[in-house]
T-cell receptor, first 115, second 112 residues
Framework: AQSVSQHNHHVILSEAASLELGCNYS??????LFWYVQYPGQHLQLLLK??????LVKGIKGFEAEFIKSKFSFNLRKPSVQWSDTAEYFC?????????????FGTGTRLTIIP | DADVTQTPRNRITKTGKRIMLECSQT?????MYWYRQDPGLGLRLIYY???????NKGEISDGYSVSRQAQAKFSLSLESAIPNQTALYFC???????????FGEGSRLTVL
């Protein structure tokens, strides 16, 4: 069974600091990978996704993530965070078959940005 | 207007009561999902539906049932609510061409 690990449960950064949130998954086959963001009091929104091709994907609001197949990782990065990035971030993985409904979410990382 | 709408947004109920959470969508997607979110546990899939005739259990379906009344409507029921069903519930639809999920605003349920 596939699983997703987000080892950072709560990250606190100052504005303008660089961000990297870890995401590791356990599935040996071909995968599709996602990062979702949940701003306080809001629903989840897609930040970015990886299906195939360039392993460095760029998403909205200056976020990017790099798929490293050999490390089973899909870490989220942003060079300079803003106070408005305060949110909870979820990594998710599914097998590369949209007929497969097993989209597995990580437990989330709460990001707090201090002005 | 939101593409995925959930009602009610907040509900407090007592143990043993029957509760229905409703979800409607204007995305035109066939696939719909119910997740629950608990602090520290992320999102877990309760039920999903490919169309009105296709309902499937997710990883935590015990204690829940669903009804797909139409392509646009997917309801989640708790026949006899218990306190450990206190959680934030999300409905979502999926775009089959991209695999992206579109979430509703969430329904916060408290069972006393």
């Amino acid at each position: 069974a596939q699983s997703v690990s987000q080892h950072n449960h709560h990250v606190i950064l100052s504005e303008a600091a660089s961000l990297e949130l870890g995401c590791n998954y356990s599935y040996g086959g071909t995968v599709n990978l996602f990062w979702y963001v949940q701003y306080p009091g809001q629903h989840l929104q897609l930040l970015l996704k990886y299906f195939s091709g360039d392993p460095l994907v760029k998403g909205i609001k200056g976020f990017e993530a790099e798929f490293i197949k050999s490390k089973f990782s899909f870490n989220l990065r942003k060079p300079s965070v803003q106070w408005s990035d305060t949110a909870e971030y979820f990594c998710a993985v599914t097998q590369s078959n949209f007929g497969n409904e097993k989209l597995t979410f990580g437990t989330g990382t709460r990001l707090t940005i201090i002005p | 207007d939101a593409d995925v709408t959930q009602t009610p947004r907040n509900r407090i109920t007592k143990t043993g009561k029957r509760i229905m959470l409703e979800c409607s969508q204007t995305k035109g997607h066939d696939r719909m999902y119910w997740y629950r979110q608990d602090p520290g546990l992320g999102l877990r899939l309760i039920y999903y539906s490919f169309d009105v005739k296709d309902i499937n259990k997710g990883e935590i379906s015990d204690g829940y049932s669903v009804s797909r009344q139409a392509q646009a409507k997917f309801s989640l029921s708790l026949e006899s609510a218990i306190p450990n069903q206190t959680a934030l519930y999300f409905c979502a639809t999926k775009a089959t061409n991209t695999g992206e999920l579109f979430f509703g605003e969430g329904s916060r349920l408290t069972v006393l």
